[in-house]
């Protein structure tokens, strides 16, 4: 189709080079933005604008789209999101891994959720999506937003805690909660199937939750029951949910934990391309990092220790009965996590998030439990039994070589699996995963400029077009007349990551420029003030 260039523009961005989203090769020349779309494309010297930027040779890509992140924790008391915008982020999925913030309550069911917002001086103020999405709306928002219905919330609202199966009046009450939320403009189903209570949930209830999301045109999109030793069986299990309800699946933060499965994912990338050979969407995304993030709990306890609260979890290890069984089923299965010999377990296990004892953030189990004259083990069971919060843990279990396999995939979006924030945040003293600032710049400093593992063009097509058409966002994700005007202008010798394990609060570098819906919402290292982000929602 072609269009007429025209004569004025409200912003005009000059003597760039387009890297477009579609994985073409870049190619110089002109953005012309008028409200809050794409308007011309190319050489558009003789047009005149309200506002003109020289970019002086730096790339302008789409806004790029973080397709896993847990931003909806934090939305709604930090609606700048600044940690996203320094990454180039202009649109954010949130809803993953079984948790959505929209379906909370203000009920104990979900008080580790009002924990996390109390911290920050927040509180749920809402008890749906339509009631979340508002709240949003009246503050305002700087990057897109984007949600999935949380198998796990759901199962919260309708069953609590409970590590049952669901009744059939349960799941009934669960496929209408599903419902509600895909008609609020929800984009699919998340599940978290490593954290209780999701993990108590069997195929035939995530068969029937996707049975819903189908009729109205979604996604499955899941954080799998087990990414180390039982990976393929895990990975099997998303494909038959997948096809028995006949709906696009989506593998979440695609990994092999644990050096003992390294190289699994050449197996689980060979079961992609068979489902997709046979005509099934399955897609997946990642993080470019060698270290995962998640509950210390689950990375040590069976899964039915962690059943209930962590106060029902830590009255378990208390007890001397549960703790023996505990204890003998976790060496029965990793007979090495009694050792503190290098090169074991817990000197890749870093404490990141422990409110009760600060003072052991950034610091390994093994340098712990050595300082204590602890075996490791004992170690972080008498931790967890102690523990009245949320306890994170950092591991460091993940190879290098399986990134750069699931990377090349031409399947693979990045998502960040993080939560928006700034540098001045109240928890900005823990040692959370750096890919909350990171993930989108290192992989242009990495995988980029360092390894040569993809193109600066591939990137950003993983970044952008791909995710976009992942989630129907026809009008985003691409440089385009007609397109809405999220765009980033960055530096391709200077992007990159600069916050690490050590020290995780830092902003990337080499992003100049992100336009939101054709505002400006990052510029000269900082978020502005202009909370141009919309709510998007799924339309069948």
Same mark, same amino acid.
Request: charge should be negative.
């Given at each position: ?114 924990? %996390? ?36 919330? +759901? ?8 590590? /049952? ?41 995530? +068969? ?58 050449? $197996? ?77 377990? %817990?000197? /890749? ?25 602890? /075996? ?9 039994? $102690? ?142 003030? /202009? ?10």
């Amino acid at each position: 189709m072609s269009h007429t260039t025209p004569q004025h523009v409200d912003t005009l961005l000059k003597n760039g080079v387009l890297v477009d989203g579609t994985g073409r090769p870049a190619y110089r020349g002109d953005i012309g933005v008028t409200g809050d779309k794409i308007v011309a494309l190319g050489d558009l010297t003789h047009v005149t604008s309200s506002v003109e930027r020289d970019v002086n040779g730096h790339h302008i890509a789409p806004g790029f789209i973080d397709i896993h992140t847990h931003s909806d924790i934090s939305i709604t008391y930090d609606p700048l999101q600044s940690s996203a915008l320094a990454m180039g982020v202009t649109t954010q999925v949130t809803g993953n891994c079984g948790l959505s913030m929209g379906l909370v309550q203000n009920s104990d069911v979900f008080d580790m959720e009002r924990r %996390w917002l109390a911290l920050h001086g927040a509180r749920i103020r809402w008890s749906n999506f339509e009631e979340h999405f508002r709240q949003i709306s009246d503050t305002g928002i700087a990057t897109n937003y984007l949600t999935l219905v949380g198998h796990g919330s +759901v199962r919260k609202r309708v069953m609590g805690l409970s590590p /049952n199966l669901p009744t059939r009046s349960e799941l009934a009450q669960m496929q209408a909660e599903v419902a509600k939320g895909m008609e609020s403009g929800a984009f699919g189903l998340s599940s978290g199937l490593e954290y209780p209570p999701a993990s108590f949930a069997n195929e035939d209830e995530l +068969v029937a939750l996707c049975n819903t999301v189908a009729e109205y045109g979604g996604l499955y999109a899941t954080h799998l029951r087990n990414e180390g030793d039982t990976l393929i069986e895990a990975v099997q299990e998303a494909l038959n949910i997948s096809e028995r309800a006949s709906l696009p699946l989506q593998l979440s933060h695609h990994k092999a934990e644990g050096q003992a499965n390294w190289g699994k994912v050449t $197996q689980t990338l060979q079961m992609i391309d068979a489902a997709r050979a046979k005509g099934r969407d399955v897609q997946l995304d990642q993080y470019p990092y060698t270290a995962f993030m998640t509950a210390l709990a689950v990375q040590t306890l069976p899964a039915w220790a962690n059943a209930g609260s962590v106060q029902e979890v830590a009255k378990r290890l208390q007890d001397p009965q549960a703790r023996a069984k505990i204890t003998a089923e976790i060496r029965a299965k990793n007979p090495s996590w009694d050792s503190l010999e290098p090169g074991t377990h %817990w000197h /890749n296990v870093q404490i990141g998030i422990c409110r009760g004892k600060p003072e052991y953030e950034g610091k390994t189990v093994a340098v712990l439990a050595a300082a204590a004259g602890s /075996n490791p083990l004992d170690f972080v069971l008498d931790l967890l039994a $102690q523990a009245h919060d949320f306890i994170a843990a950092v591991n460091f279990a993940i190879g290098e070589e399986d990134i750069a396999r699931v990377l090349q995939h031409p399947f693979t979006s990045i998502g960040s699996d993080g939560v928006g924030t700034n540098i001045n945040t109240a928890t900005n003293t823990e040692k959370i995963h750096p890919r909350t600032y990171g993930t989108f710049p290192r992989v242009f400093a990495r995988y980029v400029r360092e390894l040569g593992i993809l193109t600066e063009e591939q990137a950003v097509h993983k970044m952008t077009l791909l995710p976009a058409n992942r989630l129907g966002l026809h009008d985003r994700g691409r440089l385009a007349v007609g397109a809405y005007a999220d765009i980033v202008v960055y530096d391709p010798n200077t992007i990159g990551d600069t916050a690490t394990f050590d020290n995780p609060h830092r902003y990337a570098q080499g992003i100049h420029l992100a336009l939101v819906n054709g505002r400006t919402a990052w510029e000269n290292g900082q978020a502005t003030q /202009n909370r141009s982000g919309a709510i998007l929602r799924h339309r069948p």
